[in-house]
């Protein structure tokens, strides 16, 4: 289907329950509906195959329009379906839960409740999502209201029991500080034996607030801010924000900025996707792996560096354009890097589908099906390892990807091995695209006058990130700075599908299974309950914690 | 043979110190963190850097560490916990913090999530600056935390000037 043809089905679909529609962009509808309508649209929606659930984006319209807005967001190749639904400006207005429809929308209706103050009725967990145990009730980060002083930190809840025994089965905690991942996330598995019965995750450790806080800054402050939203995927969330915030302003970017910002995000996607290989292979106790695949990518590093000056937080974007020019020198540093990465990467592909003790890890570990992939919402990589065609890159291509095309890579097996196999096989695609890129580079201006206020008026931009799809929501006011930024961050969509395939497999593959999707713990912070067991508690953290220091200086005191 | 305590005290002084300078085990505590910290002190410890040539090891336990390496600015959920890391350290231990966010909470500062910078929760021996550090900036603050300890000091305690109100 093409995007007018969805967008004209949509229209049509949901025309019983639209109360106003409008097309803020060419590949966007807008339809405004009732609250009580939304289980019925969506599932309209979903039946009719007319997209997957990408974000929900929850404002507060301010005091003069007295109203909450909460957009939910489908997307299908490049068209963009809203359904935009307005609620009453008091403490807790219900809105109807989706989640028995669409799995992935239980983050989404948490953050709605905790971040907004919207009663999410017959979502299955409301309890805390992203914001810390010790934060007041009725304290709502996004309302326009919202004041540091209000969220002083108060005696927390009775935190969840992290330890227990019912019958035979027990729940292992895992986290927050772990050896096996270099990010805090909270995770408790129930097993019976060694096999998992039920997971559950607690995020939050790095939910710094970021969304807010893009409200006071600036736009070009924002740039610089929004890069750091994840040290991996930096160049990810500049372009995306960049892309979205020129097209609110109506600046045309040189095609030379595009391009060269594609070479920089291709080199970001080899960087990071070799990062990804050595951690996987770490967790599979591959160590050596670990070792020749990090050694490899600081060939990447050193490329990124000669072009931005910086290893990590590259910031080459700008808005309206690049800051650093390509130079020949540039071009001959990156063919001879890419014929050195090129044989690297086919030799590892080698070896994640040959070495046959790693196979023992890999193969027929937490298979996905088509079908599960979709209804788990899964994204990028994880996503395509089950044969879901879904890469913004290709079903809306931005920036310079229209001029140099990248091919799509899906595997069918949708195991951990399908997800080496096609991580590795984009490496090769990035690096023949950077080759193509690089030969035909456009000649013209860097970069172009950015206004330093931007027209009032909404947009949404995607990009594919390393891990899947980005998608930005902003929203000009007219001002200085943007009046609502809403960023959903491809790992989020990811977890529930590795949750809920770790039932059932060993306790030991775990981190095998979560290093399998690529989690990025900066980039989202929530947490999500797929399925709980009753557990009882003997020590509850804190007495846990006195017995520990007092055990401690006891031993200390014999020696 | 007798042997007098003070001889005896002075080769232990002397064994430790000898054994504390060559294997300094490590852990690595992401309090807030975008990740750009993290990644590169990775990167510090394979093949290209290198750490582990000083002794350095990255351990996953707290209990088996000398030095805490703190990334990011602290968030309110992760205070406690890193607290209870530092806590669960056998003494003596010292505590590096990497990054400008654990120095100041830069980008991060004034979110409404952040508790502020590592040292407004722990007291830290070694700060390395940067956004993120590079692997030889951090090599560098590693060694000279070692050099301090070859001669039995402890870094000078740094105070920080008064946040001025934005």
Redesign the interface.
């Known amino acids: 289907m093409t995007t007018e043809t969805i967008l004209q089905r949509a229209g049509e679909i949901l025309a019983p329950f639209s109360k106003g529609n409008s097309t803020p962009e060419t590949n966007r509808l807008d339809v405004q509906i009732e609250a009580t309508d939304l289980p019925a649209a969506t599932s309209a929606m979903l039946s009719n195959d007319l997209g997957y659930l990408s974000a929900i984006t929850p404002t507060d319209l301010g005091k003069e329009v007295n109203k909450l807005e909460v957009i939910y967001h489908f997307c299908e190749g490049a068209a963009i379906t809203s359904l935009r639904i307005h609620l009453p400006r008091e403490d807790q207005p219900d809105i109807p839960s989706i989640s028995d429809q669409i799995p992935v929308a239980s983050f989404f209706e948490r953050e709605l409740g905790e971040m907004l103050g919207v009663h999410v009725v017959g979502t299955p967990d409301s309890s805390r999502l992203f914001l810390p145990d010790d934060w007041p009730e009725g304290v709502y980060p996004l309302r326009e209201d919202f004041t540091i002083e209000q969220a002083a930190p108060v005696t927390p809840r009775e935190t969840l029991p992290e330890m227990g025994r019912v019958g035979n089965k027990f729940t292992v905690p895992i986290g927050p500080q772990h050896p096996a991942l270099k990010e805090p996330g909270h995770f408790e598995f129930a097993v019976d034996g060694e096999i998992i019965t039920g997971a559950r995750m607690r995020l939050g450790y790095v939910h710094r607030g970021i969304e807010k806080a893009t409200e006071q800054r600036n736009w070009i402050q924002n740039l610089y801010l929004l890069e750091r939203i994840c040290g991996i995927c930096s160049h990810t969330h500049t372009s995306a924000y960049a892309m979205g915030v020129e097209k609110l302003a109506q600046v045309e970017v040189p095609p030379r900025a595009l391009a060269i910002r594609e070479i920089v995000a291709g080199l970001e996607r080899i960087h990071s996707h070799l990062l990804w290989l050595g951690v996987a292979a770490h967790e599979a106790g591959f160590d050596t792996l670990f070792m020749y695949s990090w050694r490899d990518r600081e060939t990447v590093m050193d490329l990124l560096e000669t072009l931005t000056g910086n290893r990590v937080n590259y910031s080459i974007t700008v808005l309206g354009g690049v800051k650093y020019d390509f130079t020949a020198e540039h071009s001959r540093a990156i063919h001879k890097a890419m014929d050195y990465l090129e044989e690297r990467i086919r030799y590892y592909l080698h070896i994640v589908t040959t070495d046959a003790s790693f196979l023992q890890r890999t193969r027929g570990i937490g298979t996905m099906s088509l079908e599960e992939a979709k209804h788990f919402g899964a994204l990028g990589p994880t996503a395509r390892a089950s044969g879901l065609e879904r890469d913004v890159r290709i079903d809306s291509p931005y920036g310079a990807y229209n001029r140099f095309p990248v091919s799509l890579i899906t595997a069918e097996n949708g195991d951990l091995e399908a997800r080496f196999e096609v991580r590795m096989k984009e490496l090769l695609v990035s690096c023949f695209a950077i080759r193509t890129i690089v030969d035909n580079l456009p000649a013209g201006e860097l970069a172009v006058r950015f206004p330093r206020k931007v027209p009032a008026g909404e947009t949404i931009s995607r990009v594919e990130a390393p891990r899947g799809e980005a998608f930005y929501y902003i929203k000009s006011g007219g001002g200085e700075s943007p009046t609502r930024l809403k960023i959903r961050t491809p790992s989020l969509c990811n977890w529930t599908s590795a949750l809920n395939k770790s039932i059932g497999h060993q306790l030991a593959d775990v981190p095998m299974l979560i290093a399998g999707m690529d989690p990025c713990f900066s980039c989202n912070d929530r947490m999500i309950t797929v399925r709980r067991e009753n557990d009882s508690q003997t020590l509850s953290w804190s007495q846990m914690r006195e017995y520990g220091i007092k055990k401690y200086a006891e031993t200390r005191e014999t020696k | 043979m007798n042997v007098p305590q003070n001889y005896v005290n002075q080769l232990m002084a002397k064994i430790t110190t000898w054994a504390r300078v060559n294997s300094p085990w490590a852990?690595?505590?992401?309090?807030?963190?975008?990740?750009?910290?993290?990644?590169?002190i990775?990167?510090t410890l394979?093949?290209?850097y290198d750490i582990e040539r000083f002794g350095v090891k990255l351990?996953?336990?707290?209990r088996h560490a000398d030095v805490l390496i703190c990334t990011?600015?602290v968030?309110?959920?992760?205070r406690e916990?890193l607290l209870?890391?530092y806590?669960?350290m056998?003494?003596p231990k010292f505590v590096v913090a990497v990054g400008s966010?654990g120095i100041s909470g830069?980008?991060?500062q004034?979110?409404?999530?952040?508790v502020g910078h590592i040292n407004e929760v722990l007291p830290v021996d070694a700060f390395i600056p940067g956004?993120?550090p590079?692997p030889e900036a951090i090599i560098d603050g590693i060694v000279k935390l070692l050099t301090h300890l070859q001669n039995g000091t402890r870094p000078e305690p740094i105070t920080f000037a008064p946040q001025e109100t934005a």
């Open positions: 852990i690595h505590f992401n309090s807030g963190s975008c990740n750009g910290c993290d990644i590169e990775l990167a394979t093949p290209r351990r996953g336990s707290p990011g600015p968030t309110r959920q992760a916990r209870r890391t806590e669960q056998p003494d966010c830069g980008v991060f004034g979110c409404y999530n952040i956004c993120p590079r």
